[in-house]
């Protein structure tokens, strides 16, 4: 048995929540690979909605296990919020839940490094989330990170308050003032109900499950655009959100490596600073953002949105090894007379098929216009009743990046989903 990938394309908020929650009910086990709580996955269901930050995206299923895997960094406090929340909706959040010894900590000092360091950088900031989670990384890549298996230790606390002294160290270099007490009492409050789940050898664990014949879902945060290595750098995060992050992630070999699903909005957002070469600044950009209701889901932000760029959409398909597209949201097009797609760029002149290595030169895309489809898409339930020019949209895609387009959403609810022979 392997285990199968969900990732998105883009510069996150593609839609993952819905389709790992969709999924799910064909998966015993959902594990969450990397990120922390900057991510937000939204479901809707049963007139229920609900934005998860760090809970994998199939706790709602029942029969599940959802495992947060050792490439995930977690805030206890917003840990502690989202599962008490959870459990309000009759949810046993304990006994589906459980969290890799290996997966890091984030503490109330890495937040306040985080603001820090976003403050210090003023006009050329990056747009953190300020949630921690870099911080949270560097001090993993640096050896000085505290996991969730150190909270069973009997020298927990000694462990915290070293690396408090050395973060209020580091703070020295900013003009910047704080309370280094800031969420202390909140946070080893939360340290004592992380301590009543149940804490794995998740590798161990998940490798065990494909010797069971146990289906397993990755489910990655962010997009293959953010990625740590291969995405906009420096407007990226910090981790790796490929396919490959999965194995490092949850800790099994490329060779369980299945399924990759490879999701996509039938159009493009990016929230923060960094490129973005088919942004729009004019009424079809704000019709996209009011009708797709692109506000942060963890940040309130409203995001930034253009039209579908097959350019990165064909570079995020080849680094993951996609198998399988998902296209979302292509209802939030439906009013619009004409819809546009990318298929290459022009930099310096010269036409390019190629995301650059340097993506802070001025990038032109080049845009091919298709008819509107004018029609409320919602509704749909069958494949067959889609109209001729939506679907003509649809498979210039599918023969543009040679994949399938396996799944179409039409809404954000679990219904509102055609699967394609």
Not at 13 to 29: C, M, N, S
Not at 120 to 138: D, F, H, N, Q, V
Not at 247 to 262: D, E, T
Not at 316 to 328: H, P
């Amino acid at each position: 048995m392997n285990v199968d990938v969900v990732l998105g394309l883009q510069w996150g908020d593609e839609g993952k929540g819905k389709i790992v929650d969709y999924l799910a009910r064909q998966y015993p086990v959902i594990a969450r690979f990397q990120g922390g709580p900057n991510a937000g996955h939204s479901l809707h269901f049963e007139e229920t909605s609900f934005v998860l930050h760090s809970v994998p995206s199939g706790i709602f299923r029942k029969g599940t296990v959802n495992i947060i895997g050792n490439g995930v960094v977690i805030d206890p406090v917003i840990f502690e919020k989202e599962c008490r929340s959870l459990a309000a909706l009759g949810i046993p959040v304990k006994d589906r839940l459980m969290i890799s010894k290996r997966a890091h900590l984030i503490l109330p000092t890495h937040l306040i490094i985080d603001a820090a360091s976003e403050h210090a950088k003023g006009a050329s900031r990056i747009g953190s989330t300020l949630k921690g989670i870099s911080p949270a990384y560097m001090d993993k890549t640096g050896r000085n990170g505290i996991r969730v298996g150190d909270i069973l230790t009997a020298d927990f606390l000694e462990r915290y308050k070293s690396l408090k002294l050395k973060h209020i160290e580091f703070l020295k270099q900013f003009d910047y003032a704080y309370d280094p007490e800031q969420g202390e009492s909140k946070w080893l409050e939360a340290i004592d109900y992380m301590r009543q789940f149940k804490l794995i050898d998740a590798e161990y664990y998940v490798n065990d499950c494909l010797k069971k014949n146990k289906r397993v879902l990755a489910e990655g945060a962010q997009g293959a655009l953010l990625d740590i290595d291969f995405g906009s750098y420096p407007y990226v995060t910090s981790s790796s959100t490929t396919c490959a992050g999965a194995c490092i992630g949850l800790g099994f070999p490329p060779s369980k490596v299945g399924k990759v699903y490879g999701i996509f909005k039938a159009y493009c957002t990016r929230v923060g600073s960094g490129p973005f070469p088919t942004e729009l600044f004019n009424q079809e950009g704000e019709i996209l953002r009011e009708r797709g209701k692109e506000f942060g889901a963890t940040t309130g932000r409203p995001r930034r949105t253009g039209w579908l760029d097959l350019v990165t959409l064909k570079y995020a398909v080849t680094l993951n090894g996609v198998t399988d597209l998902i296209m979302m949201k292509a209802d939030v097009m439906d009013v619009l007379e004409t819809v546009k797609i990318a298929t290459s760029y022009k930099i310096q002149g010269e036409k390019a098929e190629r995301v650059p290595y340097d993506t802070n030169i001025s990038i032109t895309p080049v845009l091919r216009e298709f008819k509107g489809w004018k029609r409320d898409l919602s509704g749909i339930r069958r494949e067959e009743e889609l109209p001729f020019e939506f679907m003509s949209y649809v498979r210039f895609i599918e023969d543009a990046v040679g994949i399938p387009i396996k799944i179409i959403s039409l809404g954000p609810d679990r219904e509102q989903t055609i699967i394609r022979d």
